[in-house]
């Protein structure tokens, strides 16, 4: 992972050199061009003196006027005048003997000896001279280079400083984002509350918000499981807390009808509780199971004739089953099919009242199957969430374990069809539908 | 004792009510926060059996709403969670006692009379007047160190007498705590008790007050 810090003080280093590095060239460019702007004016107004000297005949004045020798820069302006003839009148000191001088009036560049010459020459067709007056133009690029070196030494000097500065910058600049990350750093795994982002750099707000909303669905995916947790510990313990009392009951009673009871409600528990096992592992084998198995396709009919033959009708209580069912042209994988069914038709078994009857039949317009019953139905308040993990309704039965219609969703849902419950319109009772989706070409199985 | 038990699984209901009577307490039974807070309101209570998880709320509201209104009647929770912040939530809310599901029988019962004994300000486990003994825990009881036979009824009125000497108990107030609200309660049924205790325990120990009630002859 790379360090935000390294990569702004690279990424600032580099800008801040790419600035000099232009700037510097701008610089040499510059004084480059206007440096040769001064010095050919220099060689020019030279040689315009040297001849003025010249043309009022006073050749030995003119050359010891040439102007600009031996300075302290080593630069030199070197003269010569030349007769038309091709004869040196004169050269100034260190002025080379061979001729600088060109045809023509005016500025030009000549190699002698190797030497780059910038030289300007004044034809004086009246007194049959040329004067020539020639500047190094490796000296003036000398003079150039050491103006900008001059420039560059202490920006170089400077350079490490700045690193420092920037370095030290950067690690105050990114204290806001040290600070969060050591809150975060610091705090132990059940610490759920959102980062303060009040104090902390808009830039990271963003990054906080999200972190934030993180925090809140971990914390309510986990408030989620402790209520799981803790219903099913409610779940499983009360039962044989039940089983346990009956059982020290029926030992300590004298009287045979009292232990009779105790013994009789001991069969009652162990059957709940046998059922509540089966629901959990159903639970558990649903949840682990990836979403919509086609395995092997069963016909509503049929699993429904094999429910309601298997599960036991206690006495007094009526079940019915529409036949036109075995004609409803829908299906789906046998065992979601075969929980959905079992958990809806025991629910209605299980809240049937003596004389009770439950009715499966088919919707009319054929998309579905509904299973009535004439039990004490589900207060309006609790239809939303009667399928949610161990909710036992205020109408709820001995046998019931919470967990039946949420299997029969889930399942319901694997199959691709779509569960509902309701209040029945006609009489006490509660309705639930199971409806399969309408495509195009009618009503399909998932 | 007459104990409320609000617990909504039907078999560990049952076992309390038929459990806790073997030893001497008359048992109402609610399954649901509406009916407890009825049955406070209606009836006193020595002790509340008080389940955690109810259909529709958490036993810990009634709890609370128990002590608001200064109803000190003992409460004992009972609930699956075992941890101890739940427990801590529980006695901090109000509550007297905490027993985990499952729980045992004996332990249940010895703690709700422990609780109730405290209520009453009493540390030791024997009720004692007038040269009776009361061991509520046993059911026994001893007169001037004889061992005497009382009926479970017989026992639960003379509780109610001696746990608090020298104080006027109405026959109501008896009735409360012999008869359960499903059960038939006789008419009479105090003056028989009252009657066949005085053949046992002495017919000058239990003072009748004319259109009062009874109370122990102060006999220390």
């Keep these: 992972m790379i360090s935000l810090r390294r990569r702004l003080f690279a990424l600032l280093l580099a800008a801040t050199g790419v600035i000099w590095l232009s700037a510097v060239i701008w610089i040499y460019l510059g004084s480059r061009a206007e440096l040769k702007h001064v010095f050919d004016a220099r060689v020019r107004e030279a040689a315009r003196m040297v ?90 690029d000398r003079l150039v280079r050491d103006l900008v070196a001059g420039l560059i030494t202490p920006a170089l000097l400077i350079v490490p400083l700045l690193a420092i500065m920037i370095w030290v910058s950067l690690g105050r600049g990114l204290r806001p984002l040290n600070a969060i990350a050591g809150e975060i750093a610091a705090r132990d795994g059940e610490d759920m509350r959102p980062i303060d982002s009040e104090d902390a750099p808009t830039e990271v707000h963003p990054l906080l918000s999200a972190l934030n909303g ?15 947790t803790a219903f099913a510990a409610h779940e499983l313990r009360t039962p044989l807390a039940g089983l346990k009392t009956q059982a020290q009951v029926a030992l300590a009673a004298t009287e045979v009808p009292v232990r009779e009871g105790a013994l009789n409600k001991i069969l009652v528990s162990v059957e709940r509780t046998t059922r509540l096992t089966r629901q959990l592992l159903a639970l ?14 069963a016909s509503v009919g049929a699993v429904l004739r094999e429910v309601v033959s298997s599960t036991p009708i206690p006495e007094g209580i009526a079940v019915e ?27 209605a078994v299980q809240h049937m009242p003596k004389g009770g009857r439950v009715v499966w039949k088919g919707l009319s317009n054929g ?20 399928a949610r993990r161990f909710f036992r309704g205020r109408n709820r039965s001995a046998f019931g374990t919470g967990l039946g219609l949420t299997i029969a969703e889930m399942a319901a849902d694997r199959l691709g069809t779509r569960l509902t419950f309701e209040n029945r319109p006609d009489r006490q009772g509660l309705r639930c539908s199971v409806i399969w989706p309408q495509t195009d070409q009618g009503c399909v199985g998932a | 004792m007459r104990i409320l038990v609000v617990e909504d699984d039907p078999v560990l209901s049952d076992g309390l009510k038929v459990g806790l009577g073997l030893s001497g307490s008359t048992i109402d039974r609610v399954a649901n926060c509406a009916d407890a807070r009825a049955a406070l309101a209606a009836t006193p209570f020595n002790a509340v059996v008080l389940d ?61 009379r422990a609780i109730a004994r405290r209520r009453e300000g009493r540390a030791g486990p024997l009720l004692k007047a007038a040269g009776i003994v009361l061991d509520q825990a046993t059911l026994r009881a001893t007169v001037d160190g004889e061992a005497v036979s009382l009926s479970r009824r017989e026992f639960a009125v003379l509780s109610a007498l001696m746990e608090r000497p020298g104080v006027i108990r109405s026959r109501a107030e008896i009735e409360d705590r012999l008869y359960g609200w499903q059960e038939e309660v006789e008419s009479n049924a105090v003056e028989v008790h009252v009657h066949n205790l005085r053949t046992k325990v002495g017919r000058e120990t239990i003072e009748t007050v004319r259109g009062l009630g009874y109370r122990i002859r102060g006999r220390p």
């Design chain 1, 51 to 140: 001849h003025s000297l010249v043309a009022s005949g006073n050749m030995a004045t003119a050359i010891a006027a040439t102007p600009f020798e031996g300075t302290s820069y080593a630069r030199q302006l070197s003269c010569q005048i030349w007769s038309f003839d091709g004869r040196l009148v004169a050269r100034s000191t260190g002025a080379p003997d061979e001729s600088l001088a060109q045809d023509k009036e005016g500025f030009a560049e000549r190699q002698l000896n190797g030497e780059a010459w910038r030289v300007y020459t004044i034809v004086d067709a009246a007194k049959g001279l040329r004067v020539v007056v020639g500047d190094r133009i490796g000296l003036r």
């Design chain 1, 214 to 228: 993180l925090f809140d669905k971990v914390e309510a995916a986990r408030r989620h499981e402790r209520e799981i």
């Design chain 1, 284 to 297: 558990a084998k649903l949840e682990a199971t990836p979403e919509r198995k086609t395995d092997s396709k």
């Design chain 1, 321 to 347: 089953f529409d036949p036109a069912i075995d004609q409803l042209p829908l299906s789906g994988d046998r065992e979601n099919l075969h929980l959905v069914l079992r958990n809806l038709h025991e629910n």
């Design chain 1, 367 to 386: 998309t579905g199957i509904i299973v009535e019953d004439d039990g004490p139905g589900i207060p309006d308040e609790e239809l939303a969430v009667v």
């Design chain 2, 52 to 112: 955690l998880m109810l259909p529709d709320g958490s036993g810990l509201e009634i709890l609370s709403e128990m002590r608001e209104r200064g109803d000190v009647t003992p409460v004992l929770l009972l609930t699956a969670l075992d941890e101890i912040t739940d427990r801590v939530r529980g006695l901090d809310a109000g509550a007297d006692d905490y027993l985990g599901k499952p729980f045992d029988l004996d332990e249940l019962s010895a703690r709700l």
